[in-house]
């Protein structure tokens, strides 16, 4: 993996913190104190500067809203997903849709599609939260990141492929709620990454994708298999 400098931790399933060399925070899917994956020593959060939401599931978002009381951190996400969270108490909204780019400080973030499903839990009411998506990260160094959220496997990562090239890419592999090994072993083939980081398995019993699974897929593939809690940044 080349980073050049830029902090990646993975906190458990979906969720990274992520430091960028001018010293912002940003974490992708802020589940963090209440993610049975998240190392007690990082439950609570010291500092944010951005969150990226890229759906509105509670193992995605469930704890968004404390997060945000908290830091006030500026707030990414498709517009339904925002409106709910501004309803919530976000003061700093910075909404976005497909195709769309936007710089935030020291990051440009691109929203691309993903394919899953975005209901947002709310009491014993499901609301409507737009849809789901993924999100490409440029940081300042010019490394890109592609953080697939929930997703099936879907032709148009071919599109992600052509316009933004990153070459590192966090897909899940769990299988069950999102695609499996085999499914991210096609992703590869879509995206040709330099690295993948699997992420949202093992978490429940039904998330049985293993990155070893992956591996033997795709032997040419460097399959980083992180440790949530532990820093890398190169
Ligand atoms: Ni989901
Ligand atoms: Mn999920």
Redesign the pocket.
Known sequence: MNLKGVQLTWLGHATFRIVTPGGQTVIIDPWVMNNPMCPASEKKVKNVDVLLCT?G?G??IGDAVEIIKQHNPQVVGIPELCGWLEKKGAKKIAMMNKGGTQKIGDIKVTMVHAD??CGIQDGDQIIYGGE?CGYVVEFENGVKIYHAG?TNVFGDMAIIRDLYSPEIVMLPIGDH?TMGPREAAYACNLLKPKTVIPMHFGTFPVLTGSPGELQKLVPAVEIVAMKPGVTVSN
């Open positions: 759906h599931h193992d995605h899953h499903s789901a929930d709620f």
